[in-house]
């Protein structure tokens, strides 16, 4: 097999264990490894991280040095004893404390968001999304089965808040907004629609495709190019289209009525 078979097949492997990566991430969170290493007053060994977060110390050991190479921890070795320590990234978005932390969406991805794209061919299939399957929750009336109960209704909003904390400004600052003195998540006269745009063509960016397959396995919905935006809000009476790619994750599209 020759360079260009070698490539494809090295990017096949990447894309078929890509959910080993998310899975990493998720139980780094759910375990606590970011939050007991930023109190600690030093780097950890793998005894003491296994004893905060009452892990094992062999697969304590496995999740710390994976964690390394995705560059979430820093290790350094004394006398032949490793310690480990979180990255600039983890601080920022892994820990509860951070003013940016992203812990609670990711648990929600991790717990919520991951058990439905296990059946994502039968979203496909279907056209439908995947609670009763994935939950024994019926989804007919949507909003009851993503606050299925009190703590994932909680855990959900907070995921939102986590998004906001990162996108908010770029979503915020995509348009002038000063002729609105208050602002709230609800449509009234005029509306501010936060979400990923698809390129005109649907054949990017991925992340944004990724976010419609998300909503199908989850909401039945999609995510909509700019064009598609338009027609739905022209035909509900809105006008004065405007649309911006804020270069992050979320774009912004503004109208009035």
Same mark, same amino acid.
């Given at each position: 097999m020759g360079s260009s078979g070698d490539d494809g097949y090295r990017l096949l492997n990447e894309y078929a264990n890509g959910f080993m990566v998310s899975q990493v991430l998720f139980a780094a969170c759910e375990l606590g490894v970011f939050d007991l290493l930023a109190?600690?007053?030093? *780097?950890?060994?793998?005894?003491?991280?296994?004893?905060?977060?009452?892990?094992?110390?062999?697969?304590?050991?496995?999740?710390?040095?994976?964690?390394?190479?995705?560059?979430?921890?820093?290790?350094?070795?004394?006398?032949?004893?490793?310690?480990?320590?979180?990255?600039?990234?983890?601080?920022?978005y892994l820990t509860r404390v951070s003013p940016t932390s992203q812990c609670s969406l990711l648990k929600y991805l991790g717990r919520t968001s991951y058990g439905c794209w296990g059946h994502l061919a039968d979203a496909v299939r279907e056209g439908k999304n995947q609670y009763l399957e994935t939950f024994g929750v019926p989804a007919e009336d949507l909003f009851t089965?993503?606050?299925?109960?009190?703590?994932?209704?909680?855990?959900?909003?907070?995921?939102?808040?986590?998004?906001?904390?990162?996108?908010?400004?770029?979503?915020?600052?995509?348009?002038?907004?000063?002729?609105?003195?208050?602002?709230?998540?609800?449509?009234?006269?005029?509306?501010?629609?936060?979400?990923?745009?698809?390129?005109?063509?649907?054949?990017? *960016?991925?992340l944004t495709q990724l976010y419609s397959l998300n909503m199908l396995v989850q909401t039945e919905g999609q995510e909509r190019t700019p064009t598609h935006y338009h027609m739905l809000l022209s035909s509900a009476g809105f006008r004065d289209f405007q649309f911006k790619k804020t270069g992050a994750i979320y774009d912004a599209v503004l109208v009035r009525k």
């Open positions: 109190e600690a007053p030093g *780097p950890l060994d793998v005894a003491a991280v296994a004893a905060g977060v009452e892990a094992s110390s062999h697969g304590t050991e496995l999740l710390l040095d994976t964690c390394v190479s995705l560059k979430l921890l820093k290790v350094e070795t004394r006398a032949g004893k490793a310690f480990y320590e979180n990255t600039e990234l983890s601080s920022a089965a993503i606050y299925r109960s009190e703590g994932e209704r909680l855990q959900f909003m907070r995921a939102l808040q986590d998004v906001w904390s990162v996108n908010g400004r770029s979503v915020l600052t995509a348009f002038d907004l000063s002729g609105f003195p208050r602002m709230c998540d609800l449509g009234g006269g005029g509306i501010l629609v936060i979400e990923s745009l698809l390129d005109e063509d649907r054949r990017g *960016p991925l």
